[in-house]
């Protein structure tokens, strides 16, 4: 049977970047050629990034993206890299209007060209306000193999590319990517794939970005899929990487034009020859699944410092009360930036307990990142004093005077802050605006805080088993948590337990859930108004909080898109 | 010709609150019923309230929805209402999905119902995120006369319903819409209306939304427009009001069921006999335009009255810095809300000018706000001593100093805290993050800095004319803007001149224009380079910025979707 030899390039591309994207494209195919592929795949729109959002609505971004395609071809060519056909993903722009695309690169030019069909406008995608779907589907003709390409969704949705292309005919079919990660995704994206490679009868390179943007960070998990369901290659998650393949091809696929399932399919001939026998690479066996914590670390510590790296900081600075969330965000801030990168500053009030302080301190000592301490007595009593400020106000000071503080250091020294808040805590809305909620990147906003103490376990065991100090104060871990804005004060005096509070928050956000399915998971109806009427009345601080890393299938942000101004209370 | 008493309900709903809105719908539905109405039209999702956001999602609120408008049907005949079809817009979910949906309410029962067909996905529109398209029409027989009906977008959009029930043939037309006030919107409304009017050779009766929700406020301005183009009546804007009339129609329509352009068009009879003939009641001549500087300054009052109200707050306190945008934003809040509800606090640090604290006091005196001072300078004392604060840390802890006092009088006395910042301000990023910026809601967010002045004036002028005090005292207008971080600064330090400042800003941010278009319309490279660079920088600032009325066609927020993270620079 005819070989071919295909390089997966998992790269980590920055939206908007087009010189940059360009040089790493061009670096890649480098190195894929080096490697003697003859056909690079690059995840979707990795000449742009994504998601560009309304980026691509601008007509400006959309004829520099596609200049930049066309320079990129005559790039690789002048390298000498012109015979790898490369898969090159791009804001396109036509009179139907912007098109999410896929370029096949080849001998210094723009060889095929295919746009998107399937556009999600859910969860975190917008896709039909931004592209317009394509109807039209090139197979390139590759040393004699028939090549076709879809893009994302189009493999996610039933129909459409898939089936036009299974009808078509292929010998091969490669998927560029921006798949975001989430807990579980990965075991959903296997058997999909699978699915897919046998419905269009041919395997199945399926590439995907790697990388953080924003909200969201992409994990890779790219892989080659054989068309009788057997993973051939995977990817590892979380960093960029090049796997070279060689697969033998059986060459039977039909090669006419036409019509097919609706889609107009044009075949494009790069090359007909078959190559000559040649000795063949040895697959790289699939990379081993992470575990469920070693994956979410791994995504928390890429977004933070993929946040950090592309908007030009190279430190950061946060808070450290002796509390499980600032010490598991100083854990993650060392782990994707170093220790010295790090300012903790230890900010007691006069209700902080010594323990806190102690622990602090102690986090400081075991993970080396630098710290200070700055008590904020002398700024909250001048507020307290000057305004007349009890109760909650007077709490709330507190928060505020942390925040000026952090502010301020971040202001004299360059360092970006870190709001360490956790998803439960930004649901019930237990955290002051403007506070503990002041910072440029929130790295556990969407971990719950029952999982921010199962990372923190996790990751000090990690640490055990190398023989490592483990970063986390076991105090830090064990103590029951507290805000210490008042004498005594601990999280349970206002919330539900946590294991409770998450059970009720997983249905009702994750979920979606109504009042009565609430009832019918064996929740009580105090428990449910009382949880309910705080996240409902939250939303308002949610808005103003700073973008975190998400993990979970339905996130704060775009997610999860509520009104502040909101009469409904599930009930009776 | 037979004849027929319409009555348009242009009421305010809350969004969520599906109690208070059947109650309003109840109440409305009883003064049209007074009046003799044979039909009461109201606003697009009058039930529900718009724009319910991912609340269209959740099953519990979609079959509260339904369970509330069948209730509502009971409650109109009960109360002897039930004689009056009441078209009543809604959130229905079938087997498809959620649809946004309006149903006809006639004798108790819910006689007539159709699903909205376009669904926007725009600007600030999501909706084929939340709703599935209808494909089916119910043109209701009243009184002898065929009644169609299309929902908001439906009539915005080319081909679709209307085309299909002007295929069909009706009598009259009506349109419940939820159509978000922007500048100049109600130059387009009029001949778009007039042209479909004009499609389906029918007058066509068109009932928007009025009210304020989140970032977004509806103007009303209802009206009933011939078939020959002719403005039969409109309602005025930014005020619930009921407006009847008399219609004489030819009943000439066809009255056939079946499939029209795609659409299946089914005939439901709620009576069949005309009605013998009555006299006409006079028709309310169309209201006046409003200037364009009082229809913004009536936008803006009633999207934060209604922020304020709708959330439960009563009064509002915001700082008063002696400038003109915090002294617009105190007139605004002492029109919206009346003096007795405004809490203007001079916040002067030891730059302020004498002008400053004079200005403020001027302000408060000449509006009637209540009214005090507090020097910030014990606060940023310790701040600046204790974290040896420079240079722009310095600067910014001043404004961040005012921010904590204003959250602190807030949390202390229940306000809700006005950010004062302009759009001009927050496009270029020239404010102090958790500093000016804090608040709960910003009434002058999308408002470009040179309109500030333009309205500043405008309302001097008017209560001049009126034999009142001038709120805004000439030196706040005339002075030229400095945020007195520093001795001796004023704006044009840093930015542009403001009036070459917002025509920078108007062709990028509303236009969306490129770098060759900016060039091309005559701006200097160095401009537009300083410009470009310093909004796209500033993109996380306005991602934790409080929400604020809509007024432009492209404000921040939902209608302007961009990535922080960003490496694109628009240049040669």
Redesign the interface.
Known sequence: MPQLRIALAQVNA?????E?NASLIASWTERAHEAGAHLVVFPEMVLT?Y?????A?????A??SRAALGELAVRLEAAGHGSVAAVVSYLDRDEVGPRDAVAVLYEGRIAATQFKHHLP??GVF?E??LFMPGRTLDIVRLHGLEVGMVICEDIWQDGGPITALGAAGVDLVVSPNASPYERKKDDVREPLVARRAAEVRAPLVYVNMVG???DLVFDGDSMVVSPSGSVLTRLPQFVEHLTVLDLDLPADAATESGEFEGFSVRRVTLSDAPLPPYPAVETPAPVQPLSECEEIWRALTLGLC??VR??GFSSVVLGLSGGIDSAVCAALAVDALGASNVHGVSLPSVYSSSHSKDDAADLASRTGLHYQV?AIA??VA??VS?????G??EE??QA??R???L???S??HGHLVLATGNKTELAVGYST??GDA?G?FAPIKDVPKTLVWELARWRNAVAAERGETPPIPENSISKPPSAELRPGQVDTDSLPDYELLDAVLDDYIEG??????LIAAGFTPELIDKVLRMVDRAE?KR?????GTKITFKAFGRD???????????GK
Chains 1, 2 share one sequence.
């Open positions: 920055t939206v908007g970047d087009l940059g990034g998601p560009v959002e309304d980026l609505l601008r007509e400006s971004f004829s520099a406008n859910y917008d039909r306000r953080g943007q924003d993929d946040y592309k908007n700055q002398d700024m001048v507020f000057q305004l007349g400020l009890t909650l106000a709330n000071v505020r005077c925040g000026v503080t502010m301020g250091l202001n004299q605006i403007y002041v440029g979606d859930r109504g009042y009565e399915d308002y808005r103003q909080y700073p973008p999860r898109r509520l009104p502040m101004t909101n009469g409904w209370r599930e």
